[in-house]
């Protein structure tokens, strides 16, 4: 198991001269202090039943100060690691950002986790507490925090945003008035989060540093030549690699502002593009072509920038053309929480061709052919230790096998043609990807057993989300009732759902 607050960046020859994240941040508030910084969706009250917020930078700068203040009276010390589950509301970047400040480790849970997952997520790294808001939409976030944490025996403090939390639970309010500076000097390449990925041996934790994550946004900002003090709306889900890099380090490094929106509402979405003059769209990349199709990006004037992000990285190749004439399109390359790429439409709106030298591993990240025939990723974004297998032994010779300086994706990769073109021709072996979340085959066939004889769960082709789960059984009502009871996530008990004949 890697440990969370464990890179291979760390520097130890020299002092660390790179910024943090939370440098970032501050030296925009610094230089456009009233400036507008983080600004809620517009139906945060459905989402959470609290008003929507804007924040200048000065106004979010107080915030974090009073979040990390929060922390450290906590007795949370510099290195400890906080689990977060929070939806797109202003207090997930807030949180992120006093964490940091605080010198705190932040891991990601993705929304749609219920108490199984988090429970394993969280013992597995050892987290010191978990911040979460009182409801998500329907669901009672506060309970299901409180109810993994007891199965988590390193969890010393519970917190949450919002009204009427449990007994037992902190509460967190950025409105408070309360700062003190920590006398603490951050080093840039030590973990600043980990999120969690779905390999076939497992879950796997992934740690990445400041210099890490800001490799990553670089990717995205410099292929897609974002401006400076950019407008930008983002759909995507902060708590993976890429929903936090296209979104938080995008925002930190073009220092303008960054409108959250709560996936997915398409009027919602048009209100704040239309009210923010938003020039920059973040969004699954099959929504943006829909929007594209049906002129809904053209009929945002403001729009000049869509950054569409393909967890279904095979499918870039054979999809429809951009038509949008006032936006360009990026197509950002995702794989798991391995690392990404970025590559502009061309002109007539087809997607670019991959090669294998397009990228600079300097800068952010580099494309290689594996021996295995699939496609690896290297450079300063890839956390190699976390996928890492243990070197094998020979015993008749003592010695190991040379490890690999790379990160093989499992994506089956080819050479198509003569021009140095790599084409993707397939999915990782095992491993389903539905709406972002991946699965292992073999636990969809484990969960299964569990129930009724003659339950069956598979994962199946999908048009939009690359794979869909199915399930069949005697008694679908019974199923997925017993499914939510183990604390799976909702992908998996609405696979049993009722269908219309």
Request: with cysteine.
């Amino acid at each position: 198991m890697t440990d969370a607050t464990d890179t291979p960046d760390t520097s130890i020859s020299m002092p660390d001269r790179s910024p943090t994240l939370y440098d970032l941040f501050s030296r925009t508030a610094e230089r456009t202090p009233d400036a507008l910084a983080l600004c809620d969706p517009p139906n945060k009250r459905r989402i959470t039943g609290e008003e929507p917020v804007e924040l200048t930078y000065t106004q979010a700068e107080t915030a974090v100060a009073s979040l990390s203040s929060q922390f450290i009276r906590a007795g949370l010390p510099a290195g400890s690691i906080v689990a977060v589950q929070l939806p797109n509301t202003i207090e997930f970047p807030l949180t992120l950002l006093a964490a940091w400040r605080a010198g705190l480790v932040v891991a990601l849970l993705p929304q749609l986790w219920r108490q199984a997952e988090l429970a394993e997520a969280l013992n597995r790294i050892g987290a010191r507490a978990i911040v979460t808001t009182g409801r998500i939409e329907l669901i009672d976030h506060a309970d299901l925090a409180m109810s993994a944490a007891a199965e988590a025996f390193s969890i010393r403090h519970v917190m949450g945003f919002g009204e009427a939390l449990p007994d037992g639970m902190t509460p967190l309010d950025w409105r408070q008035r309360e700062s003190f500076a920590p006398n603490l000097s951050i080093n840039a390449r030590k973990a600043a989060v980990a999120s969690f990925d779905i390999t076939r041996n497992g879950m796997v934790a992934v740690p990445r540093s400041h210099v890490n994550l800001i490799a990553g946004g670089l990717a995205i900002y410099m292929e897609s030549a974002l401006p400076s003090a950019a407008q930008i709306v983002s759909t995507a889900l902060l708590s993976s690699f890429a929903g936090l890099t296209s979104s938080i380090v995008l925002w930190l490094l073009s220092g303008g502002s960054l409108r959250l929106h709560h996936p997915f509402d398409p009027q919602v979405l048009a209100e704040q593009i239309r009210a923010g003059n938003c020039d920059t769209l973040i969004a699954p990349a099959e929504l943006a072509l829909r929007m594209s199709e049906s002129a809904a990006i053209d009929a945002q004037p403001s729009l000049r920038h869509v950054i569409g992000l393909w967890r279904t990285p095979e499918r870039v190749s054979v999809s429809p053309n951009w038509k949008a004439k006032s936006a360009a399109l990026t197509d950002i390359y995702l794989f798991g929480e391995m690392g990404l790429f970025a590559l502009n439409r061309l002109d007539g709106g087809t997607a670019a061709p991959v090669t294998l030298t397009h990228h600079d591993a300097a800068r952010a990240g580099e494309l290689l052919l594996t021996p295995k025939g699939t496609l690896g990723l290297r450079g300063p974004m890839v956390t190699l230790a976390a996928y890492r297998s243990p070197p094998k032994v020979d015993a008749s010779l003592m010695r190991t096998e040379p490890s690999v300086d790379y990160v093989d994706t499992g994506y089956p990769a080819k050479r198509a043609g003569q021009d140095g073109y790599i084409a993707l021709a397939g999915t990782p072996a095992g491993i389903a990807n539905v709406g972002g979340y991946r699965f292992r085959e073999d636990d969809l066939e484990q969960w299964a057993r569990r129930l009724s004889p003659g339950t069956v769960m598979m994962a199946l082709p999908d048009p939009i989300n690359g794979f869909r789960l199915a399930g069949r059984s005697n008694e679908n009502a019974r199923a997925r009732g017993a499914l939510a009871e183990l604390g799976l996530n909702p992908l998996m008990t609405e696979a049993f759902r009722q269908r219309e004949r």
